[in-house]
């Protein structure tokens, strides 16, 4: 099962692209940008005579420009499974894009940086700006929903100190990147006696937290063992930039996740979306999905999901202000041109794949 539809089971549906959000795929600044991406990644398919559907590219190119302006923090690359050398070669090509300055985003597109997650194969676009990572204005709340005998039941805890170093490191390197690197977050290790196999396994699982957090998921669910990393003092993530002797890069098998605790559970959905109405420039309206996650009922009763619905609301609403107020781009003044909207919905699902 891919990440994609692992992510949107976990929000409690699956949706491709309606012509909503075609509208905004179809701008001029994510068109040109996709084609660029697209011949990227083809020169670094590995022999590989395949080329990147046009919608994935069209896709990527937008995760990658709503998190240049600033409207997200970080975007999951999965219209997309890049290889390590794809991902330098989409980073490379970001770069050249910015230097050569003909494009109409170039100056933002040097506030990103991709980010790979060795453990799980995974890659990031993410925010080099420093506000993002302290803008949010709603709280997050951890959940344990790994299923044991002792409950049944999704329930909150404390981040552990590898989820903590974890992000961390990612934070810190993401922070002190130059513009367009592709950062690599291999295994962990440690000083501690502990067995290989455990120690990438919990990386593995622990890359879900890590997803969550990234996102801006106000619940980050937490498949990982939370005690049995606790007093590992000694674990390091030597995150680095990329380099060419990290190439070729053997895909990582991905495990399916061990079975949670959030089947049958009534959730609460959160749904944070972009709205831009019809207007004498453009008959059509136009909306984008910025995020979407979802909280187990069973916990609002320890706190108040109003704060989270105001606090998404107030987050992303000031990002968009920010954008207007500081860029001129074709693209910046369309964003510009929207709102945001918080919506909350119940769901229960039979089964939940994180």
């Known amino acids: ?20 959000e075609s509208g905004m795929l179809e701008a001029e600044a994510v068109v040109h940008l996709a084609q660029h991406l697209s011949d990227a990644i083809r020169t670094a398919a590995e022999g590989k005579k395949t080329r990147p559907s046009r919608s994935s590219c069209l896709q990527l190119a937008l995760q990658v420009l709503l998190t240049a302006f600033g409207l997200r923090r970080a975007a999951l690359v999965d219209a997309l499974s890049l290889t390590p050398a794809q991902a330098r070669a989409v980073g490379s090509k970001l770069e050249a894009v910015n230097e050569d300055g003909s494009h109409s985003e170039a100056e933002a597109l040097s506030q990103v940086c991709l980010l790979f997650h060795t453990p799980s194969s995974q890659t990031f676009i993410v925010s080099r700006r420093a506000e993002l990572w302290t803008d949010a204005n709603s ?39 130059g513009p367009a690197d592709v950062l690599i977050v291999p295994f962990p290790t440690t000083e501690e006696p502990m067995e290989l196999d455990s120690l990438q396994s919990e990386a593995q699982l622990v890359g879900i937290a890590l997803a969550g957090f990234l996102l801006e998921y106000a619940a980050v669910y937490c498949l990982h063992d939370t005690s049995s990393l606790a007093d590992v003092n000694n674990l390091r993530y030597n995150i680095r930039p990329l380099q060419v002797t990290d190439l ?88 510009a041109s929207g709102i945001t909207s918080v919506e909350t919905n119940p769901v229960t699902l039979h089964k939940v794949a994180l």
């Open 139 to 177: 709280p997050t709340v951890w959940v344990d929903c790994r299923a044991r005998l002792e409950h049944a039941s999704p329930n909150l805890i404390e981040p552990d100190a590898h989820v903590n170093s974890l992000i961390t490191a990612v934070r810190d390197a993401v922070l002190a990147c």
């Open 1 to 20: 099962m891919s990440k994609r539809i692992a992510i949107q089971r976990a929000r409690g549906f699956l949706a491709d692209a309606g012509p909503t």
């Open 248 to 335: 070729p890069h053997a895909d990582v098998e991905y495990t399916s996740s061990p079975q949670n605790s959030l089947a049958s559970q009534p959730l609460v959905l959160f749904r944070v979306t972009w709205i831009r109405e019809p207007s004498f420039a453009s008959s059509h309206a136009s909306e984008l999905e910025l995020l979407a996650f979802s909280i187990p009922q069973s916990l609002v009763t320890k706190f108040d999901p109003g704060n989270f619905r105001s606090g998404l609301a107030t987050t992303f609403q000031s990002r968009l202000h920010h954008i207007s107020s500081s860029f001129a781009s074709p693209f910046a003044n369309l964003l």
